[in-house]
């Protein structure tokens, strides 16, 4: 007679490992997947044809190709560790312009920067904002109240990975203007030079090899025939990995 050999059940560690497994991959895909800000208060947008011209350098920070209506329109996702975040949106030609403040929702990761999504659900000139080109409309995201004063901004992009940054910029009378990397790098900027340029009229763009993951401190000079007016020391808050 043969007896029946009792099965062994699987070390401990052998049967922790599938658990491991799935909470790590349960962790990725939150950490992939963007919170939700909220709104706080009414939605605030203006439309006008006479317009003052901006007072700062920086009009707009983004990931090449988030810089238009549409990607606005569908609700640029970026990176943060506030509770609470400002989205400037300014068009090129000065038409359009909206300020609006968010709330990352309580009880969201309070360690670390995480990726929260503006809903831009509140405007009422959806048809107008869909007609912005990349290009044609900044956006300027930073963390804390509309009113606080900061030169930190966050680098507000869609769901794929961020390649390039673009920085809009409002030169006022320079012709050259360039950035410089804390690393060193240097590379001249773009102007634009057809349509309406009221808010601003160039473009610096930043490869993502250049700046890194996280926080990197960026430097726009501008030059009026090699006269100097003065540099506007940035620091962009980009993903971490990107």
């Known amino acids: 007679m043969h007896r029946q050999r009792a099965r062994r059940s699987a070390p401990a560690h052998h049967r922790l490992i599938p658990l491991l497994l799935g909470w790590m991959v349960t962790l990725e895909a939150q950490a992939a997947t963007p919170i939700q800000a909220e709104l706080s208060g009414p ?8 317009v003052s ?8 920070v983004a990931a090449a190709g988030a810089l238009s209506g549409p990607a606005t329109l569908a ?7 506030a509770g609470q975040i400002c989205l400037t949106v300014l068009s090129r030609d000065g038409v359009y312009y909206s ?5 990352v929702p309580e009880g969201s990761p309070t360690e670390g920067d995480i990726l929260v999504q503006l809903p831009f659900e509140g405007t009422r000139r959806r ?6 080109a990349e290009g044609e409309l900044a956006v300027l995201a930073t963390p804390g109240a509309c009113d606080a004063a900061t030169t930190t901004y966050l680098v507000a992009g869609g769901p794929t990975e961020v390649k390039a940054v673009d920085i809009l910029i409002n030169s006022f009378g320079a012709n050259t203007v360039y950035y410089r990397t804390a690393e060193g790098f240097e590379a001249d900027c773009t102007e634009f030079t057809e349509g309406r340029r009221t808010s601003f009229d160039y473009r610096c763009e930043i490869p993502a090899a250049a700046l890194g993951s996280g926080r990197q401190a960026l430097t ?3 030059e009026r025939y090699g006269r100097p007016l003065g540099q506007v020391a940035i620091e962009l808050q ?5």
């Open 220 to 222: 726009i000079e501008r």
């Open 75 to 81: 609700g640029l996702i970026m990176p943060t560790s």
């Open 99 to 103: 300020r609006n403040s968010y709330n």
């Open 43 to 50: 939605f605030h947008e203006v439309v006008q044809e006479e």
């Open 127 to 132: 048809e107008l904002l869909a007609g912005y």
């Open 238 to 242: 980009l993903r971490t990995g990107s």
């Open 53 to 60: 011209v901006s007072g700062t350098v920086v009009v707009g």
